[in-house]
């Protein structure tokens, strides 16, 4: 039986669809990647942004027409709309065979599995996924309700899974081949299982013997302690790359989000983080036309990108989402106001980045090789930039390759072997 997962959103959903896979692969079933070949197709969504669900929707009419045709296929939608919607989705799409909502993750894959009928007495077998770099949750859902956001939700209260069996299992990725993970919550610097909070965890990790480098996402501002920027900056398996969402630099925005941090000490902890970190490259989310915005608040959050000089910025139109306390505000941007102060701060940004990576061309970077895809390495750096390597081969795989970049475009790097 082969099964195709879709996946919308962010890294949390990809890490939890990587996972549902190597379940049901222990099960007997294989991956496909079109729908052509599919006998079930998974669609895996997210409800952070209206745009990401009118997406799962769309996807879904493609299918439901696709079933039409081939009867036989059965269709399965798990995570955050599945979670906020239910049985809803079902009425709407009469072929949807199965909605799992993202707080029943864990059961997922026997519910699929008994919806094939397939023999679930087999038990769920040791992963064996060979990739170069994993990805693992070490918490679910979230306690910040920041006040536009849906994810409490429909992911519910924040949990620290265990960290024994966290580092069990980044142990096993090792053991497979694994020489980078990342770790996954929605506010890793709030992680604390009994005595362990996210900077022992990380300590206990770096000692995995074979594990080349640790990443994390995402940090909140408000709980981004001193102990971590310290860690990032002397162990050397953590990578020198921090996803900090700044949302916006206008104080009264960010109060009206309940981010719960001035400006001036996300400010800071910028300033702290490349005084003390070599090389830090630090990205960010920006949401622009959250109500009440003015075009005041929005030009301290354009100024606040050309002196930080990210090194990547994701920029959000905001939209309202059910239940959040936000939803209650009026949305008193205009749609066309917020599409052009969106355009504004992308424009700024990539332009930033540009000059970034234009820097790089001419100098050695140590790169970590990922893939290996039409003759090509495709690496990435300590910062997290992608590099293709022309001059590579297969045996490269999961070494370090110091790599001279000769070409620079604004997502990737070019270069060869140094
Ligand atoms: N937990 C992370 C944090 O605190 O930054 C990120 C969670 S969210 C999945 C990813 C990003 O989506 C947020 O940082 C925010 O910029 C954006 N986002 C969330 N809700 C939104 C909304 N209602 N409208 C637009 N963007 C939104
Ligand atoms: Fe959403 Fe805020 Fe939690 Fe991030 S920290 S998931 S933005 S509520």
């Given at each position: 039986m082969n099964y195709l997962i879709e996946t919308i959103g962010c890294q949390m959903n990809v890490c939890e669809s990587d996972w549902l896979g190597s379940v049901l692969s222990t099960y007997g079933m294989s991956k496909v990647s079109s729908l052509s070949d599919a006998d079930i197709v998974i669609l895996n969504t997210c409800s952070v942004r209206y745009q990401a669900e009118q997406k799962a929707f769309s996807y879904l009419g493609r299918a439901e027409e696709f079933r039409r045709q081939n009867p036989e296929i059965k269709i399965v939608v798990t995570g955050c709309m599945a979670e906020r919607l239910g049985l809803k989705i079902k009425q709407r799409f009469k072929s949807v065979d199965l909605v799992v909502g993202a707080k029943d993750i864990d059961i997922t894959a026997l519910k699929i599995i008994d919806l094939c009928n397939i023999d679930a007495e087999k038990q769920e077998e040791l992963d064996t996924h060979s990739d170069i770099v994993r990805y693992i949750t070490i918490m679910r859902g979230c306690d910040n309700y920041c006040s536009y956001c849906v994810v409490p939700f429909v992911r519910g209260r924040e949990t620290s899974l265990d960290a024994e069996i966290i580092v069990k299992k980044c142990s096993l990725f090792v053991k497979n081949g694994a020489k980078e993970i990342m770790l996954l919550g929605q506010?890793?610097?709030s992680y604390q299982y009994n005595d362990v909070n996210f900077t022992s965890l990380i300590k206990k990790i770096s000692t995995i013997n074979g594990l080349e480098r640790i990443r994390f996402m995402t940090n909140h501002p408000k709980d981004l302690g001193d102990d971590l920027v310290s860690v990032m900056a002397t162990e050397p398996k953590v990578c020198s790359h921090i996803h900090l969402p700044m949302q916006s630099a206008s104080n009264k925005i960010l109060k009206a989000m309940d981010r719960k941090y001035t400006y001036e000490h996300y400010l800071e902890l910028i300033n702290k983080l490349r005084n003390v970190i070599t090389d830090v490259s630090i990205t960010t989310d920006i949401i622009v036309?959250?109500?009440?915005?003015?075009e005041s608040d929005f030009e301290e959050t354009l100024k606040a990108v050309k002196d930080i000089r990210f090194g990547g910025s994701y920029v959000f139109r905001y939209s309202p989402r059910p239940n959040?306390?936000?939803?209650?505000?009026?949305?008193?941007?205009?749609l066309e106001e917020k599409k052009s102060r969106h355009a504004i701060i992308l424009k700024e940004s990539n332009k930033i980045s540009v000059e970034i990576v234009a820097a790089m061309v001419g100098s050695v970077q140590q790169v970590l090789a990922e893939r290996f895809e039409n003759s090509v390495i495709e690496a990435r750096t300590r910062g997290g930039r992608k590099v293709f390597v022309k001059d590579g081969t297969g045996k490269d795989l999961g070494k370090h390759l110091n790599v001279v970049i000769k070409e620079a475009k604004i997502n990737s790097l070019f270069g060869n072997i140094a």
């Open positions: 506010n890793v610097n036309g959250f109500p009440g915005e003015t959040t306390k936000a939803s209650e505000l009026v949305d008193d941007v205009p």
